[in-house]
């Protein structure tokens, strides 16, 4: 808070985003940016994922002044998975009422082919690890229906419409990597409803709803689930997959963002 203050004194977010794989562009999108590198910040991840950027952007999309924060924390560096709640304190302590997520997934569907973009509807916590454990009171038993604020929701995909971009809705499962799944886990994840499968967001989610932020968070298709295609999967991979669709990714981002109706 210290170090942000000073550097960007008085300016009070509304928005907070965490860019995941492939979403890197919208930081180009923001006007006037303050960057400062998470080496500066008290209880910010230090990056250890190529691809994964290590720095907090202050400035403005649109009509909003946003904190975005190129990188985040991932239960699968170190097993804990409360990596983010500081950055996330900090940022609602600075004033940010929604957070806007985004990550690179595989999808578990036929028709959401890799570089679909999928407005996450909801959320499978397969590993059931929660960033509250060690909490008290009872504020900690948040409650997770519409987790995916509808109103958000809605106003992305009326957005999306309008600039004539496909977006698919679905469900995100949670799967703690870093492996990447086995073909049988994917068939399984597909019968328990899941519509595309990744390594983040769910805790984020949940301390989210935890702090009092509304969520609005979308994936990028960058393969199909471990045995549903022939592509051999690796992080190279998701990677340049990702950067295949990044351009339009973050041009309807920056669009959703800059026109977002907050009250
Ligand atoms: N599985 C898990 N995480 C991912 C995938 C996947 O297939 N693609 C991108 N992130």
């Known amino acids: 808070m210290v170090v942000i203050k000073a550097r960007a004194p008085g300016f009070r977010p509304r928005i907070a985003v965490v860019l995941g794989s492939g979403w890197g562009g919208l930081a180009e999108r923001i006007s006037n940016p303050v960057r400062i590198p998470y080496a500066e910040l008290p209880g910010f991840p230090q ?3 190529a691809g994964h950027g290590g720095e907090l952007w202050l400035g403005h999309i649109g009509g909003h002044a946003v904190a975005v924060m190129s990188g985040r924390k991932h239960g699968y560096e170190t097993g804990a ?12 302590s600075l004033g940010c009422e929604l957070l806007v997520q985004t990550n690179a997934a595989g999808s578990l569907r036929a028709d959401l082919p890799p570089q679909s973009l999928m407005l996450i509807t909801d959320h499978i916590n397969l590993p059931q690890r929660s960033p509250l454990v060690g909490e008290g009171g009872s504020e900690r038993f948040v409650a997770m229906v519409d987790a995916y604020d509808p109103g958000l929701r809605a106003q992305a995909l009326a957005r999306a419409a ?6 698919h809705s679905g469900v995100y ?6 492996q990447f799944e086995t073909p049988a886990e994917i068939r399984m994840l597909a ?3 899941a519509d595309a499968v990744g390594m983040s967001t769910v805790p984020e989610t949940i301390l989210a709803r935890y702090l009092g932020l509304r969520v609005l968070a979308l994936s990028l298709i960058t393969n ?3 045995g549903l295609s022939q592509e051999q999967l690796s992080h190279a991979h998701t990677l340049s997959q990702a950067a295949l669709a990044s351009h339009s990714a973050s041009s309807l ?3 959703i ?3 977002l109706v907050l009250d």
């Open 81 to 92: 998975v409360d990596g983010m709640k500081l950055p996330l304190q900090t940022l609602k």
């Open 224 to 226: 199909m689930g471990a």
């Open 257 to 259: 963002i800059g026109t």
């Open 47 to 49: 990056a250890t994922v």
């Open 191 to 193: 019968l328990l409803g």
């Open 253 to 255: 981002l920056a669009h």
């Open 162 to 167: 309008e600039q004539g971009c496909s977006l």
């Open 173 to 178: 499962a949670w799967a703690f990597g870093p």
